[in-house]
Every structure is written in structure tokens, then in C-alpha cells.
């Protein structure tokens, strides 16, 4: 055993010290080109590092960032849930349209039961039938963007009378000096982080995602718990269309295109591992944050809005590879 | 060991047949652990050379070192009367020595001719594939095999003994002098196994070497000249198959004298915990019947296939039964899920650690109070110094050995992972506890310490089943045993009275299924 020990050892010493640049780099890389990009960004534009510009960015942040916080969960659980884009259109057409139909109240009502039900779609799909997350993902995608026409019958859709009610202060309010929609997205943020870690439910979360067959020989109820991260992911849309609906007072019926993409962006720039079983919304919390003052600076640069899209996948490329190079040189360093 | 005397004396040499391959004390160590002890063993040309013995007899390991994946201690291979050293498989398999697994390792959306030759296709001009060449060369390997299907039949259409003989036929690219069957017949059904014999006897006539493993006593005196045994690393005699019976060699496998602890095993038994009635899941096992009363070890004994965990999954309630009953307690129950068999306290340390016991990459307590999360917490909140209490118990019960609770399950050894596994369910305080090959893998220390633990658990009022293909294990825990071979319950004996050789007969197909008065049996 002895002498196993010392190989094993031996092993990983040499490999830390091979892999030093590659380590700090995997851990801190993304971090570290951040500050090196804000840093530029504010040489270049002075208004960047002004309040009024943070809190424009987070603000701006926070419609992702709220997303992101329900796929993350999903993410850990060692699923995708892709159709986060569609299911924001549908959200908020629906409750921009019944604003006017029905009234504020029962409209985000009745748009938190569809955006769920639309949840429980998905997380039948993959918790029970067992399918595969991400082509049962994706196919909502493209069902849902077609449901969204349907309703709507490919019209936009607006609030008639925007000044008259109290709708606007999802989007457009502010408490005690902070935006809403930012004071929403530390709310959500702080709950499911405090959910993630200090309850028995996230821990069967994380187990699920790191080892799904010793979760289930443990006698966790694996379908449900997956059922249930669709559920959460599905109820943050619900919150980010409440704050774009509010925000915009009226949806394009393709409002929410990309966003599965861009949400996706900021958690695998936060760090959280694509595999499942490891990650926080912390992590997620700021890969949002660095991805909207990314695409800020470059706005502010003067470059085009477009630019912004090159440049958020090219970062995202990078993170993936790194997040790769440390799993395989933590899979070396485990059989060795 | 007079048996032993004899059979070597008839054995090996005095025939004057010069063997292919000798291999001559063949000593292996692995730390702590003496694998291979001066092992001699030797095949020769035109003969299947049976290879017998008990799981961990060290079989595997001396199939590894002649085919080079383990380097010897000490001792010498010769082929054809040189000596050879094998640094790397390669070697091995250039100088004609081929393993053919139980695993396959086919590309399945291949032809069998590129199967066959994958790795070496036949080039011509261009670097492009010579298919001519290819089929010409493939076609005469199956005919030699003299197999019934083309070479260019996809793979995924064969049957899994045509893929096996598609392995054997990439085997034979390398001319081999010497082949070894590991186990051949695992997944083979009776009508496909004649096709194999068939090959096996055909390369024996053409002059190859055969080393046939198995446990299967008729398939060995249905095929092999020779039969050889080991037992606990060391060479224990050789017997010219004609000359011998079963039972002389069931004797060869087991002549040891167990050092048997009956006296430390529980004595004092409740009620009937767990009664099983003709439990079936159609296709993997039938009929299966038994009890465990309260405080009362039961072994359930049977070869690796025999259906045993699969017993055991289907009261953990991962299986769905098709047929039968499952009683707790005396009640019916039924059980859906694994979820559903914890709430009614049973526990299942399952027979794969790394896959199905731990989560690898969370740290040592979350995975001790993964299966009982609803103890350590209130109103859905982890209750971290209860968590902590509930690790520090049973690392100090166990004497685990990890720097801190933090550590990360992946990085024990297999021995401190299983205490892990074990004190997870202990945690949940269970009725009825099945331990799937508790010790596997797992260093001389460990093991006994976890064979007393089992025995320390039944004492304080556990039912518990311990599912192993060990007999000293089996022998020495358990109370009474259930022997299973092909999916049934061949026979149930008395822990502490029944003698190896029966025991070995009854897993190994030589007992026929029947409901001819086992011991205990409680009438249905």
C-alpha cells in the first residue's frame, strides 16, 4: 500500500507542478480576463466605471440572470433545459396580452400556471420518460416559439394604457433606491443558493448529478427531484417575463430568441460544470455579471450590437475548454 | 494433501509430450497481498488445458501475467521452450499468446472482415483499403473457424456467439500458438454453446493451445484433456480429465481447512423478517423462496450471473417483479421503488461501490447521510452538527481512515469506500440489511473487520443477507445459506454444518432445482 501511496503522490506533485499555468488558469482564468477587460474597457470610455453605467448593466443582467439562476439548478441535477428562450416569449406575450383581458393580477397569475405547466412538460419528459435532456429541450424550444404564434396569431402584442397601471413596477420600479428587477434577481439568487446548499433537497440535487445510479440505490426519488429542477427553471422564467413584460409594456412574439444561449453563456462563464453534480449560483452570479459588462464595453467602445455575439462565443469557447482541461487533468490525477 | 499427490503425480509430465507454453513458478505480489504463489502450469499443443478454481484463486491474475498485463515477481514463461519476458499485451499477442475476454470489444456498425483486421487493414495504392484483400483474407480465417456467416455481415446482426466467434477470428490474424477462453460461455444460451465448442475443437486440432477457464463442470469435461486447479494463489494438482470425476476435482478446488469462526455468528433469531415467496422477474430469476428472521445472517452463495443481485435489487425495489411475494414482517408488501424500500427499512450495500454506493466526487459525510437526509435535518433544512455527529459515529464505529470529512470520497481506498457504503445505511437503522459482495476488492484487513462488523449488526436484532461468490465469506458468516445457480435457489443449508463440496455442487449446476427438503424451509 505503502509504496502506492508514494507513486500516487509522487504523480500528482509533478502533475501540479506541470499543470501550474493551467491550474491558476482553470481556476481564476476567466476571472482574471475579466479585470483585464474592465480594466480596458474603462481606459477606453470613462463612462464604463460610472455608477449610472454599473447599475444600467445589472439591471440589464438581471432578465438573464434570473433564468439562469432556475438552469443552473437544472444543470446541476445533470440536465440541460434549453428551452428557456421559447418558454420567456411565451411568458411574457401571455402576460402582456391578458393584462389588458383580464386584468394585472389575474394575468401573472394565469402566465406563472402556463410558464409551469410548461415546466412540467419538460420535466415529465426527462424526470419520468427518461429522455434525453437535451434533444427533449430543444424540441420545446421549437414547440413552444410555435405555441407562442398560435396564440398570438403572429401579432405583437402591447399594454393599451401603460400609465394607468401598477404593472410597470416589475420592470420599471425601484425600492429603496435599487431597480426591481435587480432587487428580484439577489432574491431569487439568495433563496436558491440557501436552498442548493443548506437543504436536504439540494443535496439529493447534487447527488443526482454527480452519480444519478448511486442517488437512486440510495433511495432518492430521482424522477421527482428532476421533475422538480424543470419546475424551479420554469418559475424563474416566469419572473424574467414578469420584469420584461412590465419593463417593455407589450412583447415581439420572438422576444426571448437567444436567451437559452445567453443564459447558458453565463453559467458556464461562472464555472458551473456542463456534467452535472458540482457548481452554485454564486458562479452564476458573476459569469452574468462579467457577460453583461463584456457586451456593454464593447457598446460602449462604439462597436456594433452585433460584434457582441462573436465575442460572448468566442469567451464561452474558452471557458467550456477550460472547464474541460481541469475535469481531464482531475481525472488523471484520479486514476494515477 | 494426499489427493493432491497423486493427481499431480498422473498430471503434468511422464507422457512425453513436449508442452507449447510452460509457465514455471510464476510468483505475483500485489501489496499486502501474495496473488500467485510459485504457480506452475502448462498447456500443450492440440489440448484445452481446463483451468479451475474459486473466485480469487488467482486464475485471472496468472492469465494476466502470460499475457503480459502483469509483470511476475518471479518465475518464467516458455513458449515452445524459449523463454520469454512480455513487457506490454503487444508483445504477448505477437508472440501468439491471445486472450479472448467475456467483454467484447467489437465496433458493432463494422463489417466482420474490418472488424477482424481493425488496426491492420490490408492497404493498397494511395493509402486506400485493399477489400479484395480484406474479404480474400477474412473469409479464409472464418472458414478455418468454419463459421456460417460472411465476412461482410455487419456486426450488430450477428448473434452474440457469432460476435464471439468474430473475436476469436480476430485472434487468429496473429497465428496464435496459445489461446485462452476467460469464462466463454457467460452469455452464451445452451443452443448457441455446441457452436463454440465446435471453434474450440477446431483450433485444438489444427495445434493450438488451449486454456479453458470456468466454473461449469460439465462444459470442462465435456471439452478439456486436462483439468488444472489452483486455490488461494498456489497450484494445487493437475488430472487427466478421462481419469477423474467431478467430485476429485470439487475436492482439488476446495481441500483447505477453513478456519471457521461458527462460534462468534449470532445465535439468537426472531421472527421471520424478510420471506420471500416463488419471487420471479421473468428471464433473470424463478421460484426464488426463503426467509431471514430477525438477528439471522443468511448467505446467499452462487456464481457471478446466477441472478443473485438481481434477488437483491428486486426487494430493494429497483426491479419489478413478475411474479411471487415479498413479505416484511410478516405483511405483503410492495415495493416500487428504492425510495419505498427505505421508508420500510431495508438497506441495500450494493455490489459495484463506484457506480452504484458513492457519489465519487462529494465529500465523505455528504455521502454517509445520503440515505438518511431526513434524520439529519428539520423542516427540509441540513442540520450540519447533526450531519457531523452522524459521521463522527460511525467513522470511529468503523475506524475509517480519511484525513477529514471534507475528503472526497473518490480519493479512499476501496476498503474505507465500502465502510463509507456501509455506515450510510447503518445510519438509517434498517430491519432487513443485504450486503452484495461486501468485500470485494478489498485488502485481508478490511475484510475481516467488515466480516465482524456483519456478525456484530445481526447480533443487535438485523436481518441481513450477505450475497457473495466467495465461500470463505459465505461459510463464515452466515447462519444458513441459499445456494443459486442459472436464476433458482438450488438448495439452502445449515451454515455451521454444511461441507464445502456440496455446497460447490449445488452452484454449480450439479444439483438439480428441486424442493427436495432444504433445511428451514418454511412450508409456503
Request: aromatic fraction near 8%.
Amino acid at each position: 500500500m505503502a509504496s502506492a501511496e508514494q507513486t500516487k503522490q509522487g504523480f500528482m506533485l509533478s502533475k501540479t507542478h506541470k499543470a501550474g499555468l493551467l491550474n491558476f488558469l482553470s481556476a481564476q482564468g476567466i476571472l482574471v480576463f475579466f479585470l483585464i477587460c474592465m480594466f480596458a474597457f474603462s481606459l477606453f470610455s470613462e463612462q464604463f466605471l460610472s455608477q449610472s453605467n454599473i447599475m444600467t448593466v445589472v439591471r440589464q443582467a438581471s432578465i438573464i440572470g434570473i433564468i439562469a439562476v432556475g438552469v443552473t439548478v437544472v444543470i446541476i441535477g445533470g440536465n440541460l433545459d434549453l428551452s428557456v428562450g421559447s418558454m420567456l416569449s411565451f411568458a411574457t406575450v401571455v402576460v402582456v396580452d391578458l393584462h389588458d383581458k383580464i386584468g394585472p393580477t389575474g394575468a401573472i397569475f394565469a402566465m406563472f400556471a402556463l410558464t409551469l405547466l410548461l415546466g412540467a412538460v419538460n420535466g415529465f419528459l426527462v424526470g419520468f420518460m427518461r429522455l434525453n435532456s437535451l434533444i427533449v429541450t430543444l424540441a420545446m424550444l421549437s414547440a413552444i416559439q410555435g405555441l407562442v404564434l398560435i396564440y398570438s396569431g403572429g401579432q405583437n402584442v402591447d399594454i393599451a394604457n401603460q400609465s394607468e397601471t401598477w404593472f410597470g413596477v416589475f420592470g420599471r420600479g425601484y425600492l429603496l433606491g435599487i431597480a426591481v428587477p435587480v432587487l428580484l434577481f439577489a432574491l431569487l439568487a439568495i433563496i436558491v443558493q440557501v436552498v442548493m446548499s443548506f437543504t436536504g433537497y439540494g443535496r439529493r440535487i447534487f447527488a443526482i448529478g454527480g452519480n444519478p445510479v448511486a442517488a437512486v440505490y440510495s433511495g432518492i426519488r430521482k424522477n421527482w427531484c428532476v421533475f422538480s429542477t424543470y419546475l424551479i427553471s420554469a418559475f424563474c422564467v416566469a419572473c424574467a417575463a414578469l420584469v420584461l413584460g412590465s419593463r417593455v409594456m407589450g412583447s415581439q412574439n420572438n422576444v426571448g430568441q437567444g436567451y437559452e444561449l445567453l443564459v447558458l453563456a453565463g453559467i458556464i462563464l461562472g464555472g458551473t460544470s456542463l456534467l452535472g453534480g458540482a457548481g452554485s449560483i454564486w458562479k452564476t452570479v458573476i459569469g452574468v455579471l462579467i457577460l453583461g459588462f463584456i457586451q456593454n464595453g464593447l457598446l460602449l467602445l462604439g462597436y456594433p450590437y452585433y460584434t457582441q455575439w462573436l465575442v460572448t462565443w468566442v469567451i464561452i469557447i474558452l471557458a467550456v475548454w477550460l472547464d474541460l482541461a481541469n475535469k481531464r487533468k482531475r481525472l488523471l490525477t484520479r486514476h494515477s | 494433501m494426499n489427493n493432491a499427490a497423486t493427481a499431480h503425480a498422473s498430471g503434468a509430465p511422464g507422457r512425453g509430450e513436449i508442452p507449447i507454453l510452460s509457465l514455471v513458478n510464476i510468483t505475483k505480489k500485489f501489496p499486502g497481498v501474495v496473488a500467485l504463489n510459485k504457480v506452475s502450469f502448462d498447456v500443450r499443443a492440440g489440448e484445452v488445458h481446463a483451468l479451475l478454481g474459486e473466485n480469487g484463486a488467482g486464475k485471472s491474475t496468472l492469465m494476466k501475467v502470460l499475457a503480459g498485463k502483469h509483470k511476475p515477481n518471479g518465475g518464467q514463461i516458455l513458449l515452445e521452450g524459449e523463454e520469454k519476458v512480455f513487457e506490454t499485451p503487444k508483445q504477448a499477442k505477437k508472440s501468439g499468446i491471445v486472450l479472448i475476454h467475456q467483454e467484447q470489444s467489437l465496433v458493432p456498425e463494422m463489417s466482420v472482415a474490418e472488424n477482424i483486421f481493425l488496426g491492420s487493414l490490408p492497404k493498397k495504392w494511395g493509402n486506400r483499403v485493399d477489400w479484395k484483400t480484406l474479404h480474400r483474407d477474412s473469409t479464409e480465417i472464418l472458414d478455418r473457424l468454419k463459421c456460417s456467416f460472411s465476412s461482410k455481415d455487419m456486426v450488430s446482426d450477428l448473434s452474440i456467439a457469432k460476435k464471439q466467434m468474430v473475436e476469436i477470428a480476430r485472434a487468429l490474424v496473429f497465428t496464435p500458438k496459445v489461446v485462452v477462453f476467460d469464462e466463454p460461455t457467460a452469455s452464451l444460451t445452451d443452443h448457441e454453446k455446441p457452436v463454440l465448442y465446435d471453434i474450440i475443437n477446431t483450433l485444438r486440432e489444427q495445434g493450438v493451445g488451449i486454456v479453458y477457464i470456468s466454473h461449469r463442470m460439465d462444459e470442462i469435461f465435456h471439452l478439456s484433456q486436462r483439468i488444472s486447479v489452483l486455490r488461494d494463489g498456489e497450484y494445487n494438482g493437475t488430472v487427466n480429465t478421462a481419469d477423474t470425476s467431478e467430485d476429485e476435482v470439487t475436492k482439488l478446488m476446495i481441500g483447505r481447512s477453513l478456519e471457521l469462526d461458527h462460534a462468534s455468528k449470532p445465535k439468537d433469531f426472531g421472527e421471520n423478517m424478510l420471506e420471500l415467496r416463488n419471487l420471479t422477474v421473468n428471464g433473470v430469476f424463478e421460484d426464488v423462496s426463503f426467509t431471514i428472521r430477525k438477528g439471522e445472517i443468511v448467505g446467499m452463495y452462487g456464481l457471478v450471473g446466477a441472478g443473485r443481485s438481481e434477488v437483491a435489487e428486486t426487494i430493494f425495489g429497483l426491479r419489478k417483479p413478475s411474479g411471487g411475494e415479498i413479505l416484511l414482517d410478516g405483511k405483503v408488501e410492495s415495493i416500487r421503488s428504492s425510495h419505498d424500500a427505505v421508508v420500510e427499512g431495508i438497506a441495500l450495500v450494493p455490489e459495484d461501490r463506484k457506480d452504484q454506493g458513492l457519489i465519487l466526487g462529494m465529500n465523505c459525510r455528504d455521502n454517509m447521510t445520503l440515505a438518511g437526509l431526513n434524520t439529519v435535518s428539520s423542516k427540509g433544512f441540513m442540520k450540519a452538527a447533526a450531519e457531523k455527529r452522524v459521521y463522527d459515529k460511525y467513522q470511529q464505529a468503523m475506524k475509517i481512515k480519511t484525513p477529514s470529512w471534507r475528503q472526497k470520497v473518490g480519493n479512499l481506498s476501496g476498503g474505507n469506500q465500502q465502510k463509507i457504503v456501509i455506515g450510510k445505511w447503518l445510519h438509517t437503522h434498517p430491519k432487513l440489511l443485504i450486503l452484495d459482495e461486501p468485500t470485494r476488492g478489498i485488502d485481508v484487513g478490511s475484510k475481516a473487520e467488515i466480516h465482524a462488523l456483519i456478525k456484530e449488526l445481526a447480533r443487535t436484532g438485523y436481518a441481513v443477507l450477505v450475497i457473495s461468490s466467495e465461500m470463505p465469506e459465505v461459510l463464515g458468516v452466515s447462519n444458513r445459506i441459499v445456494a443459486m445457480y442459472d436464476g433458482r435457489v438450488t438448495a439452502e443449508f445449515d451454515g455451521d454444518a454444511v461441507s464445502e463440496d456440496v455446497l460447490v455442487q449445488a452452484i454449480t449446476g450439479q444439483v438439480v432445482a428441486s424442493a427436495d427438503a432444504p433445511v428451514d424451509r418454511p412450508v409456503a
